[in-house]
């Protein structure tokens, strides 16, 4: 089965901790995407990846870092630098065209 | 000018109706045009997209209409099913790169 998986589904942190974030996929995707999405906001894109070893910051990177090392995999740590990280994570990937998501991981902050 | 406005914010529909969500656009080098359609808990699903070089894209009860000069594009939904209760968001990007998004309609279709 091709697709994008991310765990946990729930995520609980204590205040000043920092967690990531797991983001696979096997689709052979070059680019790979980390959207936050809060109520009555939409997406909004926190990094992306389009190949291999590179990574730009989105609209909100402040407070978040990624890697990718691997072309299957995109992890975000979410920092205590990041204000309000209580909010539901995407992760998506792209070869050229469709994005393809996952099924989210809902942090909430304690 | 990165921005995709997206209207109404909620809407409601009986079953069997019309469901119409708008958006527009400022910056003219946008290329790609998608639909997501998102039910409560789960990843947002490419519904259907179009491209600025035809006015309307139809597949099955989804339909986008397009207008390039006006800088607007829509989501109608006939037929629509209470299965259709989502939120849908529209999406604009340059050359397949990465996507803006709107703030997202949710829909609610009444039995």
């Known amino acids: 089965d091709g697709g994008i998986t991310q765990s946990p589904k729930y995520l609980f942190r204590k205040e000043g901790q920092n967690v990531t974030l797991s983001c696979e996929q096997n689709?052979?995707?070059?680019?790979m995407y980390w959207y936050r999405q809060d109520p009555g906001q939409g997406l909004r894109l926190i990094y992306y990846s389009q190949i291999v070893n590179d990574f730009q910051k989105g609209d909100i990177a402040e407070g978040y870092s990624v890697s990718r090392e691997k072309k299957e995999s995109f992890p975000l740590t979410v920092t205590s630098a990041q204000k309000n990280p209580t909010a539901f994570y995407l992760c998506?990937?792209?070869?050229?065209?469709?994005?393809?998501f996952g099924p989210g991981t809902r942090l909430t902050v304690l | 000018q990165q921005q995709v406005k997206q209207s109404p914010q909620s809407l409601i529909v009986q079953k069997g109706g019309i469901s119409i969500i708008n958006c527009a656009y400022e910056?003219?080098?946008?290329?790609?045009f998608p639909w997501y359609q998102q039910f409560p808990g789960k990843g947002p699903a490419l519904l259907i997209a179009i491209r600025p070089d035809v006015s309307e894209k139809k597949e099955g009860r989804f339909t986008i209409s397009f207008n390039k000069s006006a800088k607007q594009f829509s989501l109608h939904i006939m037929d629509s099913q209470p299965g259709d209760s989502a939120t849908y968001f529209c999406a604009a990007s340059i050359s397949f790169q990465k996507l803006v998004f709107g703030t997202g309609t949710r829909l609610l279709v009444s039995p």
């Open positions: 998506a990937s792209s070869r050229g065209g469709e994005q393809f």
């Open positions: 689709l052979n995707h070059d680019a």
């Open positions: 910056n003219t080098a946008f290329d790609y």
